[in-house]
Structures are given as C-alpha cells and as structure tokens.
C-alpha cells in the first residue's frame, strides 16, 4: 500500500512539474523533428511471435498474426502458456537501431503492449509481462532506448490502450474465429457473440472501467515515467472507451512535455497526427495535417513465418516518395521473430532502403509537399532555400528520348544536379513548364532524382 502511494506521490509530482513545463514548448516546437524525419521504423513485437502464424499445427488464414489468439478464440490459460516458450535469446536492440538507422529511418515506435496485453516491459499492474512470465526475464524496452540514444533515433511507443485479451475486463473488438478448427468452436462463437467479443469467461472478470484502474493508467505512467525521453505514444484501438478514462490517460501524456501522440485515444481526442493506415491518401487530401501512413512490408504486423508477400524494395521506396511528395510520415513496419531476430526479407530491404537514402535522403527529410499538378512519371518534393525553392523531382520512368518535361514551373531556372551522377541536365523552359534534356541512363533503377533549384515561389 505504501508503495503504491509513494508511486502515485512521485507520478503526481512529475505531472505537476511537467505541465508546469508543458507550456514552454509550442506544438511546432514538438512537431519539428518528427516533421523533417519523413521515415521512421513501426515494430510489432510479442509472444504471437512464438506462434509465427500458427496454433496447433494450424495456419491462421487472415492477415495479422498479432491478432491470433483471437482469430483463433485461445484461451487465457492456453495462450499464457506460449510465454513460457518466448525467449529472445537473439534479441540486439544495437542491431535493430543500427539497422534502422542504416534505412534512414529518424524514429522507431515499438508495440510496449499490443491486443493481447502482454507487456514488452516490467511492469507492476500485472504479472502478464516478459519479465515475469517468460524464461527471458527481462525488459525489452529499456536496452531499446539506450541503443535509441546512443545512434540519435527518438523511441516511441505504441500502447493498446482498450483491448487487453489476457487482464480480465477489458474491451475486445470481435473478430470472426478463423483458422482453427476447435471441437467447441460453434459453442465458442455463441458465447462470444453474447459476451461483446470475448472468448474465454476469464476475460470478463471485472469491468472495463476496474481495468483501467487497474492495468492501463498504471501502465501508461510507468512507460511515460520510467524509459526517459519518450518521443511517441502511440495510442491504438479505442473499443469501447470513455471520454472519462480516456482523458485520465491523456493527462498523463503531460508527464513528457516534448511527447507527440497520435489521433488513436478516441475519436474526440485529435491528437498530434492523423494514422491512414495500409494506405497512402491522395495529394491534397492531408494539406496542412501531420500524418503518417504506417504500413506492413508484408501482410502482416506481427511475424507470420508462413507470409512471405513482401512488398518490393521498388515499391517501398516509390511509396515514401509518394508520402513526402503530400507532406507525410511512412511509418514501415517489421515483425520480428520469438527469438529476437527479424526476417530476412526485412533485413534485405531496409539494406536497399539505405542504400537508395545515402545518395537521394535530401529529397526526403525536412522536404514538403509538391507544389506542382499531379506527375506521370514519379513524384516531387520541396524546400525553401533562401529566395529560391528547390525541387526534388524523384523519376520513376526515366524517359527513354531524355526528355523530362516539369508541369507548373514559370520561375527563373537557377541550377540543376542529378543525385548520384556526375552528369548534367540541361534546361528548357517552355509555357508554365520546364524541359528537362537528361543522360540516356538513369542513375538508379528504382527512382532517381534531380534537384531542380528556381529562383521565388512555386504555386500549384
Ligand atoms: O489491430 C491493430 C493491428 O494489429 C495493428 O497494430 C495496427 C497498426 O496500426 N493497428 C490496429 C488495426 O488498425
């Protein structure tokens, strides 16, 4: 009891002193950095990475292996017993930031506790958690945010905030019960849809509202009081929550005054940035929004070792051109692996990821959004340099005749630079346009870019 006082001393105190700092810093001020990243890591991370898309011998057949215990209708005590197995010997965290950093990546956000209620740290509000229910023992959180500082990327977290299938109490969202053929599956199926979604009579023990108290709130300060700087929460999945508790957790966010957070909490509860997710809106459609389209590499946000769909490296690329190009973030997703390490096929692209940003990364960060009409052959992005704005024209199709013709320029040409050659472009400029003539061989082969300097504004 007296510890519990002391800790709700000290969050208070914190808060207290916090929100006297909060004041000091200007959502600009907190949004700069996340504004000129473009391109940040989202990691989704837990004990379904054990059963790597499969339970009992039986492939889950949808999408989202985070999501198989429920998918699957496990129960508790059965999906509790998969923790006993989760041990992440191969775990680096200096490897996975390095990695990251190496793809030009500036943030990573880490699922600190998915659906499943299993928490990626130590906590005290229950004993679901990877130290004390797993033969790892030990937080995975904290080495994260030292290798985080050491390379210079923020860390954030991704906290589902609602559903908790394994604490008793909380919400769940239903989901059919696919992929497992279970003798009781029709009994199951009748008692969940009588039991707003729940599987397993251990999972309505007390009410959302006794959750809350009990496992959420006390999460929730403990990941914003005992990691340090956290750049991000990232809230996910509001079922079945109150404007009540949801402004308890918010107030919490004061305990880091630089914290951005997103538009996940609840509906009236806007946030920092807008969440388009597996989609990339169209141009114009986000003006003057912080967002950020977060996206699988494959199919799946947890590791699924059956789904090998994995975009290409030309298609993750020519989509963060397409998300700087509107003024957004890509938030691109991994899934590692129970043992700690990722797939190779992740491994592979990031590689080629980074390879692409060591020579075209200033057509990314701290860029905005095109100024110019819609384009057919790639994208454009922006920034202003003094009295001049340059343009950052990424080609996808480079043209076979050499010819590169730029819709909506009238402005004075002032130079141009081809990103990874030492060739040059010539200019000509025609009514509201601008001829590229440019070498016969593009430098790269999923998108190169010319840097296109004019001289004043450019308006669409
Ligand atoms: O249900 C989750 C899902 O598992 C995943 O975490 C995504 C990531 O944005 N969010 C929810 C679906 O919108």
Redesign the pocket.
């Known amino acids: 009891m007296k510890k519990l006082l002391l800790t709700s001393l000290l969050a208070w105190l914190l808060i207290a002193n916090a929100a006297m700092s909060q004041t000091t810093l200007t959502k600009d001020e907190r949004m700069q950095w996340w504004r000129e990243a473009r391109f940040g890591l ?1 990691v ?1 991370w837990g004990v379904y990475a054990q059963l790597a898309g499969a339970y009992n011998g039986e492939r889950l057949k949808a999408d ?1 292996a ?2 198989i215990m429920n998918f699957m209708k496990i129960s508790m005590g059965n999906y509790q017993a998969v923790a006993k197995q989760f041990n992440p010997v191969n775990y680096n965290p200096d490897d996975w930031v390095r990695m990251a950093k190496y793809a030009g990546m500036k943030y990573i956000i880490i ?1 600190a506790k ?2 499943d209620g299993f928490a990626m740290f130590k906590t005290s509000a229950s004993k679901w958690n990877i130290v004390d229910a797993t033969p790892y023992g030990k937080d995975v959180l904290k080495p994260l945010m030292a290798a985080c500082k050491k390379y210079g990327i923020k860390l954030g977290f ?1 906290y ?1 905030e609602a ?1 908790d299938w394994n604490n008793g109490g909380s919400a769940v ?1 239903m989901k059919a019960n696919v992929g497992w053929a279970n003798p009781d599956s029709a009994k199951i199926d009748e008692y969940t849809k009588a039991n707003t979604g729940h599987w397993d009579p251990a999972q309505t023990t007390s009410t959302f509202e006794e959750y809350m108290d009990r496992v959420a709130i006390p999460q929730v300060k403990e990941l914003l009081t005992n990691y340090g700087d956290v750049a991000v929460f ?1 809230w ?2 509001p079922a079945g929550m109150t404007d009540e508790t949801a402004q308890k957790l918010h107030d919490l966010l004061k305990l880091q005054p630089q914290i951005i957070t997103n538009n ?1 909490l609840k509906k009236n509860f806007p946030g920092d940035t807008q ?1 388009p ?2 989609t990339i809106p169209d141009a114009g459609k986000m003006a003057g929004i912080d967002w950020e389209t ?1 996206m699988t590499m494959n199919r799946t ?2 590791y699924n070792a059956y789904d090998h769909n994995f975009k290409s490296t030309e298609v993750l690329i020519h989509n963060l051109c397409d998300i700087a190009s509107k003024g957004g973030n890509y938030l691109l ?1 991994i899934g590692p692996k129970g043992d700690g390490t990722w797939p190779q096929e992740s491994i592979d692209r990031l590689r080629e990821i980074g390879d692409w940003m060591k020579v075209n990364s200033e057509a990314i960060y701290a860029t905005k959004a095109s100024p110019l009409p819609k384009l057919d052959w790639g994208r454009c992005t922006q920034k202003v340099d003094g009295n001049n704005t340059i343009l950052y024209l990424a080609v996808f199709n480079w043209p076979k005749d050499g010819k590169l013709v730029v819709p909506g320029v009238s402005n004075k040409i002032v130079s141009t630079k081809i990103f990874g050659s030492a060739e040059k472009a010539t200019t000509k400029s025609g009514d509201n346009t601008v001829e590229l003539s440019l070498p016969a061989n593009a430098p790269n082969t999923y998108a190169s870019v010319v840097k296109l300097v004019v001289s004043g504004k450019v308006g669409m």
């Open positions: 989202f989704h989202g985070e999501w699922t998915h659906h991704y589902s559903q969202r990232w996910d999945t996940r969440t997710e597996q977060c946000w947890g997703n």
